[in-house]
Nanobody, 119 residues
């Protein structure tokens, strides 16, 4: 069983930066893909970025490429999402999720953290 805890959300003005953290307890992220998703009010949840823990290979949604960076800290068993040049349309609840590399779907989810970007 993997438990995920997000932190780092908050309010920022357009053009600002925030860093989200996703810490795991219960086991390491080894053998997992860890992703960030977001859901804005009245919108579907959407993929933001993911990282293969073992290879370090990242994947990004087109909407955040060049602005967001996903990274990991092996010692802390934590995944980060550095968000720069934030826009009002980035406002959402951000969720950390994890799945085994061979799994079709993410089956572990955090509680979410609010990110609000004002213009």
């Amino acid at each position: 069983q993997v438990q995920l805890v997000e932190s780092g959300g908050g309010s920022v003005q357009s053009g600002g930066s925030l860093r989200l953290s996703c810490a795991a307890s219960g086991r390491t992220f080894s053998g997992y893909i860890v992703g960030w998703f977001r859901q804005a009010p009245e919108k579907e949840r959407e993929f933001v970025a993911s990282i293969n823990w073992n290879s370090g290979n990242p994947t990004y949604a087109d909407s955040v490429k060049g602005r967001f960076t996903i990274s990991k800290d092996n010692a802390k068993n934590t995944v980060y999402l550095q968000m720069n040049s934030l826009k009002p349309e980035d406002t959402a609840v951000y969720y950390c999720a994890a799945k085994a590399v061979y799994a079709a779907r993410y089956n572990y989810w955090g509680q979410g953290t609010q990110v609000t970007v004002s213009s």
